[in-house]
T-cell receptor, first 110, second 116 residues
Framework: DAKTTQPTSMDCAEGRAANLPCNHSTISGNEYVYWYRQIHSQGPQYIIHGLKNNETNEMASLIITEDRKSSTLILPHATLRDTAVYYCIVSVGNTDKLIFGTGTRLQVFP | GAVVSQHPSRVICKSGTSVKIECRSLDFQATTMFWYRQFPKQSLMLMATSNEGSKATYEQGVEKDKFLINHASLTLSTLTVTSAHPEDSSFYIC????????????FGSGTRLTVV
């Protein structure tokens, strides 16, 4: 019962910006959008999260549409080490649970 | 920061034996921790929510008598896979949140369980 939809895979050239879209059309007003990535055989790594406003940190930027039904994760200058599965997750209501969807497999090529 | 340590990283056990996996929050207290499992080429599946001082809450389809969860302190939750069988071989991952509003959730590095 994941509440997000992401493309299965994407490619990006090294040094270019990677823009990963996510649809969360059923999101509720108090639910956050979280982005994580997972490199093979490791635990998920936190990237960024947001509620309504756009957010930026040292890793990425998160652009959330005004209606909050979709968002885009931006890796400004992708490197080969950014190759991973990226998960967009919406927390479940008032619980703390995160239900993972299938994610987007990002392949950064030289 | 918010660091979650998981141990062991890899374990091999014989069929029928039990295995305990530990999840510790190193620099914060966590009243709630979460346990996931992940099969090859699949996404993470939430197994249960571990609550300090009370019983864990299991997701539908997860056998609570097989996957015993104990959250005895604010920094430690354990998952015990009892009477393990080869089909229990998987990647088990825990997570905790210092404050989901500001820090999000932190995940452990995972435990690769192989039952032979």
């Amino acid at each position: 019962d994941a509440k997000t939809t992401q493309p299965t895979s994407m490619d990006c050239a090294e040094g270019r910006a990677a823009n990963l879209p996510c649809n969360h059309s059923t999101i509720s007003g108090n639910e956050y959008v979280y982005w994580y990535r997972q490199i093979h055989s490791q635990g998920p790594q936190y990237i960024i999260h947001g509620l309504k406003n756009n957010e930026t940190n040292e890793m990425a930027s998160l652009i959330i549409t005004e209606d909050r039904k979709s968002s885009t994760l931006i890796l400004p200058h992708a490197t080969l080490r950014d190759t991973a599965v990226y998960y967009c997750i919406v927390s479940v209501g008032n619980t703390d649970k995160l239900i993972f969807g299938t994610g987007t497999r990002l392949q950064v090529f030289p | 920061g918010a660091v979650v340590s998981q141990h062991p990283s890899r374990v091999i056990c014989k069929s029928g034996t039990s295995v305990k996996i530990e999840c510790r929050s190193l620099d914060f207290q966590a009243t709630t921790m979460f346990w996931y499992r992940q099969f090859p080429k699949q996404s993470l599946m939430l197994m249960a929510t571990s609550n300090e001082g009370s019983k864990a809450t299991y997701e539908q389809g997860v056998e609570k008598d097989k996957f015993l969860i104990n959250h005895a302190s604010l920094t430690l939750s354990t998952l015990t896979v009892t009477s393990a069988h080869p089909e229990d071989s998987s990647f088990y991952i825990c997570s905790a949140s210092r404050d989901r509003t500001y820090y999000g959730y932190t995940f452990g590095s995972g435990t690769r369980l192989t039952v032979v």
